[in-house]
């Protein structure tokens, strides 16, 4: 089994910056890509930034590209998301996901992730 835990969360100006980070423990799947969605109340969850835990290939959502930057620590088993230049439509719970099955491509649906963290919940006040 795997275990995802977030933290990094809090409440934060527009304009400003936060990062989020996400360990991993249990088995280690370090050929498999791991990514970050978010859900805003009332809206489906949806991607934000993903990326293969080997090579270091990433993919943003159209929303994100240019303010956040997915990264990781292989030594840790930890993946941050490092958002810059936050907006209030950036107020979601974010939850980290990790697919368990290599892929070749970086997949972007909810549905391709098998285990998820608890979420953390990011406020941008305006």
């Known amino acids: 089994q795997v275990q995802l835990v977030e933290s990094g969360g809090g409440l934060v100006q527009a304009g400003g910056s936060l990062r989020l980070s996400c360990a991993a423990s249990?088995?280690?799947?370090?050929?498999?890509?791991m990514g970050w969605f978010r859900q805003a109340p009332g809206k489906e969850r949806e991607f934000v930034a993903a990326m293969q835990w080997s090579g270091g290939s990433t993919y943003y959502a159209d929303s994100v590209k240019g303010r956040f930057t997915i990264s990781r620590d292989n030594a840790k088993n930890t993946v941050y998301l490092q958002m810059n230049s936050l907006k209030p439509e950036d107020t979601a719970v974010y939850y980290c996901?990790?697919?368990?099955?290599?892929?070749?491509?970086?997949?972007?649906?909810?549905?391709?992730?098998?285990?998820w963290g608890q979420g953390t919940q990011v406020t941008v006040s305006s």
């Open positions: 249990g088995r280690t799947f370090t050929m498999n890509p």
């Open positions: 996901a990790l697919r368990s099955r290599y892929s070749y491509y970086i997949p972007t649906g909810a549905n391709e992730y098998d285990w």
